[in-house]
């Protein structure tokens, strides 16, 4: 009873310093990944004009960047105020990036928006593990210390896919969250398009003898657009006589489920903070168009990061499975709205 009363403290002491070991080696690998994304924005900034002093300190001033979201005790218009503060935030970043990027194109300046958002990301994922770390460290807190590094290995994944996202971000790669922008660019190139709403574009063409309406974001930058926009404009110009609303985008696959596969779903396919969804799913219920959703599965890292193979090649299966849908159920003369939902990086008109 003796030597158990000694050993049992000592042995928590002895576990908790190899878990504050291991934390720390993380740590240190979550710091270099911080850094080395520093290093990429920084280079961009002064691959387009700016001085590497001004990159610096223009970095540094919006780390920690962050948005409250709306109060939401009282639900009513929720919505619109959420819109004005993503709307501003946008805003924000714009010209954050005009002002560090002087002589980009416009895409240019969508991809480092890109890169900037990768390099936040590390950021805050960088400052919370460390102050649990930190935190565990100074209260001598050993469940603090047990949790996080329960949680350590998930955080660490998630942190290297963007920290590989850099790269193809940079360069103006397409990623695997570009699927719905690549089957939209499939089904409607050589078509004529428009600018149907802000950095959003629509193709219209005939199949089976029905009015195709094609949206995707304005490529080549990474863009996501207001699809929602897009797709309540369209509706309303063709007084509501939309037969079919058709959304396509990229999903994360649960364990043991295969990258590539394709499933099909009733609803507004699209991963915003809320505005967007809320404008198709609002407009659809007016006029009671059907929502159909069709997704590609994959795993966080490829959505981020440079587009697999297997998703590349499910774009064609989705082209065909849209095109069957639209003739079994629609009629020759209807309109049909597709929308590609999605970042169109490396995916142009």
Request: aromatic share 6%.
């Amino acid at each position: 009873m003796i030597a158990l009363m000694f050993f049992t403290p000592l042995n928590e002491r002895i576990q908790l310093t190899y878990r504050m070991l291991e934390i720390q080696s993380y740590l240190k690998q979550l710091e270099s990944y911080l850094t080395r994304a520093d290093r990429v924005f920084e280079e961009e900034a002064r691959r387009y004009g700016c001085s590497e002093e001004k990159a610096k300190k223009a970095l540094k001033s919006i780390k920690g960047f962050f948005l409250i979201e709306p109060v939401s005790m009282d639900p009513v218009g929720i919505i619109k105020r959420l819109e004005h503060l993503l709307k501003t935030q946008e805003d924000r970043v714009d010209d954050f990036i005009r002002e560090v990027a002087v002589n980009a194109s416009e895409a240019e300046r969508s991809n480092m928006k890109n890169v900037l958002a990768a390099n936040l990301a590390l950021d805050i994922i960088y400052r919370v593990v460390r102050h649990i770390f930190l935190l565990a460290k100074k209260t001598k807190n050993y469940f603090y210390m047990v949790q996080l590094y329960m949680y350590l290995p998930e955080i660490m994944r998630i942190a290297r896919s963007y920290f590989r996202a850099l790269i193809p971000l940079k360069e103006g790669i397409p990623i695997g969250d570009s699927l719905g922008p690549l089957v939209a660019f499939k089904l409607g190139n050589g078509s004529k398009w428009r600018e149907v709403a802000k950095n959003v574009i629509a193709y219209e063409r005939e199949a089976s003898g029905r009015k195709l309406i094609i949206i995707k974001a304005k490529g080549p930058g990474g863009e996501v657009g207001k699809p929602g926009d897009a797709v309540e404009k369209i509706v309303k110009e063709h007084d509501g006589k939309v037969k079919m609303i058709i959304m396509v985008d990229a999903a994360v696959k649960l364990e043991g489920e295969r990258t590539g596969e394709v499933a099909e779903g009733i609803g507004a396919a699209i991963g915003d903070p809320g505005p967007e969804k809320y404008k198709i799913e609002t407009v659809a219920t007016e006029y009671g168009i059907p929502l159909v959703a069709i997704v590609v599965k994959e795993d966080i890292t490829e959505a981020i990061t440079a587009m697999p193979r297997e998703v590349a090649e499910a774009a064609d299966r989705v082209v065909e499975r849209i095109l069957d849908i639209i003739k079994k159920k629609t009629s020759e003369g209807d309109v049909v709205i597709i929308a590609g939902i999605g970042n169109t990086i490396g995916i142009s008109q």
